[in-house]
C-alpha cells in the first residue's frame, strides 16, 4: 500500500485554536477510501488459501475498494458478488458501476438486506464473505495507516470516525510503543453510536445521518474498543447532523480541500465537540479523512 498524503492546516488550526490541524487524506488513494487497507488484507489472506469465490455487503466504499482490487490484480479466476443497500449514495453508486462495469466477474445486487443476503449467498457458494467486523486481527490491516500518523511530530490525538471500529484498533496497536502517547477519540453518529454512547452522552438520537458510512449497530469489538480508547486517555463523541454541517463550513472556508463527504467530516465535528467539552489540545491534532 502507497501512503496517503496527510498535511498540515495552518488556517484550520487557527479557527479551531489547536497548536496545528493534521488532516490524514486517506480519500487520495485510487479506490477513494481508508477500506482498501482492509480488502487488500483481506484478498491477500484469502488468495494464498487457495480461494476463489468471494463476496461483500457494504454501504459503498468497501464494494468499491473491494471491485478496484479486483480490476486492479487482473485475476480472471476470482469472483466477487457485492450486495448493495439500495440507499447507497449517488456518487458511490456510479463509481462502484465504473470499475464492475469494466470486471465481468464482479455482480452487484441491491438487497434491503445486503449483510443477511451476502452471508446466506457465502454458505450456499462457500463464498468468502469479507467482513472485518468478525475477521480474527482484521485490524492489522490499518496498523499501515496509525505508522503513517505516526510521522507527525509530537502527535497529540487522533480523531477517527468509527463504524466497525477496525480502523481505531489498528491505528492505535501502532502508536502504542510510541514515546509521546496519543489520544484516539473515536467519533460516531447521533444514528448509530454502539462505541461514542459508552462516553458521551450530550446527544439526542436521530433516525437518520448525513454520514452514511457508519452502519455498524451491533459493534462486536465493543470491549475491545472502549478498553483502547480509555487506554489510551482518548474519547468517544457522538456527532448529530448539525454539527456536521457546522464542520463542513468550517472545513470549506478555512482549507483548500475539494473532496470532502460527511463521514469524513466527523473527525472535524469530534474535534470541535471535544474543544466545547472541555478538552486543550496543546500539540498537535490529526484528522482522519476516511473517503469521499
Not at 1 to 28: D, R
Not at 133 to 142: G, I, L, N, R, V
Not at 210 to 230: P, T
Amino acid at each position: 500500500m502507497k501512503s496517503t498524503p496527510q498535511k498540515k492546516y495552518p488556517n484550520l488550526a487557527q479557527i479551531l485554536k489547536v497548536p496545528e490541524v493534521w488532516i490524514k487524506e486517506e480519500y487520495l488513494n485510487k479506490s477513494g477510501s481508508h477500506k482498501i487497507r482492509l480488502i487488500n488484507f483481506l484478498f491477500q489472506k484469502y488468495v494464498r488459501q487457495g480461494k476463489k469465490d468471494f463476496t461483500i455487503s457494504s454501504s459503498g466504499n468497501a464494494a468499491i475498494a473491494a471491485a478496484y482490487y479486483l480490476q486492479k490484480i487482473k485475476n480472471p479466476q476470482l469472483n466477487l458478488s457485492i450486495f448493495i443497500s439500495p440507499q447507497i449514495e449517488k456518487s458511490k453508486w456510479q463509481r462502484l458501476l465504473k470499475v464492475c462495469n469494466s470486471s465481468p466477474q464482479i455482480k452487484i445486487k441491491k438487497a434491503r438486506r445486503p449483510k443477511q443476503e451476502a452471508f446466506i449467498f457465502a454458505q450456499k457458494n462457500k463464498a468468502i464473505f469479507l467482513r472485518g467486523s468478525t475477521e480474527p486481527q482484521a485490524e492489522k490491516a490499518y496498523k499501515g495507516l496509525g505508522q503513517e500518523m505516526q510521522k507527525i511530530p509530537n502527535l497529540q490525538a487522533i480523531f477517527v470516525p468509527t463504524s466497525s471500529g477496525l480502523t481505531a484498533l489498528g491505528v492505535s496497536s501502532a502508536l502504542s510503543q510510541t514515546k509521546n502517547k496519543t489520544e484516539i477519540h473515536i467519533v460516531q453518529t447521533a444514528k448509530i453510536h454502539p462505541f461514542s454512547a459508552n462516553f458521551d452522552s450530550e446527544f439526542n438520537p436521530q433516525e437518520t445521518s448525513l454520514a452514511s458510512a457508519i452502519v455498524d449497530q451491533v459493534g462486536k469489538r465493543k470491549k475491545e474498543i472502549i478498553e483502547m480508547v480509555k487506554r489510551t486517555k482518548g474519547w468517544g463523541w457522538t456527532i448529530n447532523d448539525q454539527e456536521l454541517k457546522n464542520a463542513r463550513k468550517i472545513v470549506e472556508l478555512n482549507t483548500n480541500l475539494g473532496k470532502i463527504n460527511y463521514d469524513s467530516l466527523l473527525s472535524i465535528a469530534g474535534l470541535i465537540k471535544a474543544q466545547k467539552n472541555g478538552w486543550n489540545f496543546e500539540r498537535p491534532v490529526c484528522c482522519l479523512f476516511t473517503g469521499i
